[in-house]
């Protein structure tokens, strides 16, 4: 049977009656944990000589294993169940961001000046001189976070209303880390002209793109061409973010093992649009050996009917993953639950470096592997080592707004990188902490600080 990992997406707060005489509250917590449920806060609501009204937060790892943990308490005898409430959707109820003013309007001469007739005259300003827009609109600090629903998170393709609540987050994560207005654009069309011809009618009023969850390879080609037909810059997070944060994480595996980039060979499972973006920025980082697989096995040279994006990392090397991994240095994983075994890492060649990111179950648990790989990463927060784009795209796009830049470059994806590998010490770098916390505070100002400085070095900033 597979351990139970309860986690924070599957919280509820129980709310329960019992009678007020000691021994009933601990035989509830002792029922819950029991039933391999994680236990938080306590609160009592109501206490009187007879009864007490308690409510109980306790993680779950399911769905299931929620009403699992329910049917738990039902079932206590002398204890009477109330109520639940699932606290991940009670906090997404009415929506998770909404729009303030900045300027209050107290009076008929604020009415004036921030609307008509006085906004006019800043409208003259900006017609007269377009790039004022910057100056006096939000167009300098906002984003689109835009989406047709087509490859959200591990859910597939569910559709724009479904993918609302992902969008709403990452404006709120844009807003937290960096300071940017973002805004959440879910599309009605998964055709790329109409994407991009619907993004290219909206760009005036932001100052750049953030492309999630397209399908690939349909993300490439939208890319692309926004990146060619728009002047502010465009950014597909599951690509360049993921890629960012990869190589950042690699960067100090490699310094925990000792081996340098340039001798290391890496084996990556999945060859989407994220796993094609990690391969391209491990190459500029000075990897000269990756093996690619995808569903089939491994991307070799005698394979048809493959995608341009996957030939260019064609191998001489055949066989399933299994056969390509024996001796390979690092597995990076972004493709399925439990595509990797430890038998296979046990193949690998000594100081194993392992990064399981399929979510929200990892091509391998790290427990599995504990003894046989050096440096384990996930994609998860209830693991050590959590891969998680939140580590770039906040600073990526706070550094492009700042610098003014009409369009990323992949030594921007680089130099982010390096510098969210710097923030590791040589004192706190361990197998067990290879890349910083996300709440560390230093990480968007150095990622932006990164990318304004090689604006400046290509002669792209305007600001």
């Known amino acids: 049977m597979e351990a139970l990992n309860p986690n924070p997406s599957y ?6 009656q019992m009678p007020n005489r000691a021994g009933m509250l601990s035989s509830v917590i002792r029922a819950l944990a029991d039933a391999g449920g994680s236990l938080g806060q306590i609160a009592l609501v ?14 779950a790892a399911s769905s299931e294993h929620a009403d699992q943990l329910i049917t738990v308490v039902k079932t206590l005898p002398e204890v009477r169940f109330l109520d639940v409430r699932d606290r991940t959707f009670n906090l997404h109820q009415g929506g998770k961001i909404h729009i303030q003013s900045k300027i209050s309007v107290h009076g008929q001469e604020d009415l004036a000046m921030v609307y008509t007739p006085g906004v006019g005259r800043v409208c003259l300003a900006i017609a007269e001189k377009p790039h004022q827009v910057y100056d006096y609109t939000i167009k300098g600090n906002t984003i689109a976070v835009v989406t047709d629903g087509s490859a959200v998170l591990g859910l597939g393709n569910i559709g724009p209303a479904a993918a609302l609540p992902v969008m709403e987050g990452k404006a709120m994560l844009f807003k ?3 300071g940017l207005d973002a805004f959440p654009i879910c599309l009605d069309t998964q055709d790329v002209d109409e994407i991009v011809d619907t993004v290219k009618r909206i760009a005036p009023g932001f100052g750049g793109v953030n492309l999630e969850d397209i399908s690939a390879p349909r993300c490439f080609e939208v890319e692309r061409r926004l990146q060619a037909e728009l002047d502010i810059p465009v950014f597909h997070d599951d690509q360049h973010g993921t890629a960012i944060v990869v190589v950042a994480a690699m960067l100090n595996a490699l310094r925990v093992v000792g081996k340098s980039i340039d001798s290391v060979r890496i084996v990556m499972n999945g060859a989407g649009a994220s796993g094609i973006a990690v391969a391209r920025l491990l190459r500029l980082a000075g990897v000269r050996s990756i093996t690619m697989c995808d569903s089939k096995g491994s991307i070799h040279r005698d394979r048809p009917d493959l995608t341009a994006e996957k030939l260019e990392f064609v191998s001489d090397q055949k066989g399933s993953l299994g056969d390509v991994l024996v001796g390979a240095d690092a597995f990076i994983g972004l493709s399925v639950a439990r595509a990797l075994t430890p038998e296979m890492v046990r193949t690998m060649a000594a100081n194993r470096v392992v990064f399981a990111m399929a979510n929200p179950i990892p091509e391998i648990l790290p427990e599995l592997i504990e003894q046989d790989a050096t440096v384990i990463a996930t994609g998860r927060s209830d693991y050590a080592n959590q891969i998680n784009n ?5 600073g990526i796009f706070r550094g492009a707004l700042d610098a003014r830049i009409a369009h990323f470059t992949t030594e921007m994806y680089l130099k982010s990188a390096q510098a969210i590998a710097s923030l590791v010490s040589n004192e706190d770098l361990a197998p067990d902490y290879i890349i910083p916390s996300v709440f560390d505070a230093r990480i968007a100002p150095s990622v932006a600080a990164a990318v304004h400085q090689v604006a400046r070095d290509l002669g792209l900033a305007k600001n």
């Open 11 to 16: 919280s509820l707060t129980l709310r329960v």
């Open 46 to 59: 109501q206490q009187t000589r007879k009864i007490s009204v308690r409510e109980i937060t306790v993680n």
């Open 176 to 178: 937290e880390f960096a």
């Open 390 to 394: 939140v580590l770039a795209f906040p």
